[in-house]
Each structure stands twice: as structure tokens, then as C-alpha cells.
């Protein structure tokens, strides 16, 4: 742990997912051993009891490609750390690491068309309190893009409601953005704050302790399925916070702004991350095909008549 935080400085949900990994390995490994954890040596964990866990948690877990090659990651990282510290564990470490990533198809990304957004934060009963909150939740979402943990732990002394309202939002390996707030969604959350200490997290679940991103991602898919009643291509997807947080992407991309503006927007590192939307919007494509659209047959026939005609006319010029 000292590692992780102290030398890779490493997000706490990337910690929790390495502890995860060894939770699972170590007890595997030692049944497969016929022994006991705490007897368990570095040799014991070969390059091929590895290749076992992974097999195992992919299909006795029934766990995705992308939650094996991260377990992958974890195990990885910890043969480095020991190949660093104990050198005669370096050819060990080599096999290990050498264990390659399992190549998998990137999934179809979602996200919502204006009438489905709208729908969406419509679907909360705004007369009671928990309607009140979960619409602040989700148009926040929208308006900022924020992941559901980054949401989940903003606090009222990151908001700044004055005459240009914005957030300061945590995101992933500790790095730090500032979001612009529309008027109504700075409206929305003075009016959900009203009252309470500057330290408190601004969003909290019906026991008043800070909202998390799992209560997040289920009032989410609560109100999506409410939403699918009146716009029924909401059935047709899966929607969660993530999926806002593409809306949110692509709709700023539809608006014109600058590709690099929506990268700080969301916080990605890399350009080529944000590019994505581009790729995805089918509207863009469809505006884009319109204008290198090839004239039907009738309209080249006509066309090519019509120049022939004046050609003949320049002619006797």
C-alpha cells in the first residue's frame, strides 16, 4: 500500500481493485495447492497458475475480457514491485509480466438523444424531496459530465454559485478540473444546499450520509426505466451515469465546441480518448454525408445535358 500510494500515487478505487485481485488469487492459489495462505511462497504463484485464475474468473465468475485483463494489471504490478525489491525473483517477475493482455472488442458506446435526455431528468417526481435530489444528481451529471464517483464526493466548498457559477471536481489519479454550471443547474443545487455545513458532501441518500457512486448508478437506471414510458428507444439502452457522461460529450461536440475544451470538460488525458465522439456521433456523419452526397443518375443526366447545352452556345460566340 505504501507503494501505491506513496510512489505510483494510485486513484483509491485502482487500490481497492488490486486488493480485489489478491483477495481472489491468493485463496485460489492455495486451494489449488492443497495449502494454506499463509504458507504460500513467491514460487507458488507461477506464470501458470496464473493463466489458471484468470481462466477461472472468466468462466466459472463469468467475469468480461476487460475485468480479466484488469485483474491481469494487478498481477503484473505486483511481480514488478517484488522483481524491484528482490532480485533474485527478476526471471520469476519476467514470467509473469510476460503473461500477455487478452485482446477484446470495444463495446458499441451509448448515449442519449436530446428527447431521451430530456425524458430522463423529467422522470422524477420534482414534489418530494427525493425527486428534488435526484433530479439535481442527474442534471448535474449532464451538465458536467462527471463520472458517478467524482459526483458522488464533490462537496459545497468545491461549489461556486456567485455570478459565474462552476465546480471544482476530484477526478481520477488526483488530478483536478473546473466545471462551468448553467444557471439552472447553479439554481438547483443552491436550493439543495440551503442551510447545511460548507464540509458536507452535496448530494446524500435518504439517511443523509454522502450519496455513493453505486446509489448513483441505481437511481439512474431506476429513471431511465421510468423515462422508457414515454420515450420507448430508452428500452432499447442501457443507460447509466457513465452513459450522461457520453451524452454530455456528444452534445457539446454537436454544439460546436472545440474538441480540446470538451477533453478538460471531462477530464480525459488524452486527446485520443476524447476523439471517440467524434467517431460515434451519427448525427455529424449523417450532416457530413449530405454534403458529399452523389447526385442521382437523373440529376447527372440533366446535368450533363445541360452543360452540353451551353458549350454549344459559347461556341458561336
Not at 21 to 35: E, G, I, K, S
Not at 68 to 91: C, D, K, M, T, Y
Not at 99 to 126: G, H, Q, V
Request: proline share 3%; net charge positive.
Amino acid at each position: 500500500m505504501e507503494h501505491l500510494v506513496g510512489e505510483r500515487n494510485l486513484a483509491r478505487n485502482t487500490q481497492t481493485s488490486y486488493r480485489d485481485t489478491l483477495a481472489l488469487m491468493l485463496p485460489f492459489a492455495a486451494q489449488r495447492l492443497r495449502q494454506s495462505v499463509d504458507h504460500l511462497d513467491i514460487e507458488h504463484i507461477s506464470a501458470d497458475l496464473v493463466r489458471d485464475f484468470l481462466q477461472y474468473i472468466e468462466q466459472e465468475r463469468d467475469c468480461s475480457i476487460v475485468t480479466r485483463n484488469q485483474r491481469l494489471a494487478a498481477i503484473h504490478a505486483l511481480a514488478r514491485f517484488i522483481g524491484e525489491r528482490s532480485p533474485e525473483h527478476v526471471a520469476w517477475c519476467a514470467e509473469i509480466r510476460s503473461i500477455p493482455f487478452k485482446k477484446s472488442s470495444k463495446p458499441t458506446m451509448i448515449y442519449l438523444e436530446k428527447p431521451e435526455m430530456d425524458a430522463l431528468l423529467n422522470a422524477p417526481d420534482r414534489r418530494t424531496e427525493q425527486g428534488k435530489r435526484d433530479y439535481a444528481v442527474m442534471l448535474f451529471l449532464y451538465n458536467t459530465g462527471a463520472r458517478a464517483d467524482e459526483a458522488a464526493h464533490v462537496t459545497i466548498d468545491d461549489l461556486d454559485l456567485g455570478l459565474s457559477p462552476s465546480v471544482k471536481i476530484n477526478g481520477k489519479g488526483g488530478k483536478t478540473r473546473h466545471c462551468p454550471l448553467w444557471t439552472l443547474t447553479a439554481r438547483i443545487l443552491a436550493a439543495l444546499i440551503a442551510g447545511r455545513a460548507s464540509h458536507e458532501a452535496v448530494f446524500l441518500n435518504r439517511r443523509h450520509q454522502p450519496i455513493t457512486r453505486f446509489g448513483i448508478r441505481t437511481l439512474v437506471k431506476r429513471y431511465a426505466l421510468k423515462g422508457s414510458h414515454r420515450v420507448p428507444s430508452l428500452r432499447t439502452k442501457q443507460v447509466s451515469a457513465h452513459t450522461i457522461r457520453h451524452t454530455t460529450a456528444v452534445h457539446l461536440l454537436r454544439a460546436g465546441v472545440d474538441i480540446n475544451t470538451i477533453r478538460a470538460w471531462l477530464g480525459h488525458v488524452s486527446l485520443h480518448t476524447t476523439n471517440i465522439y467524434a467517431e460515434v456521433d451519427l448525427e455529424m456523419k449523417a450532416k457530413a454525408l449530405a454534403h458529399c452526397e452523389i447526385p442521382s443518375l437523373e440529376q447527372t443526366s440533366r446535368l450533363w445535358h445541360n452543360n452540353r447545352g451551353l458549350m454549344a452556345f459559347l461556341r458561336t460566340l
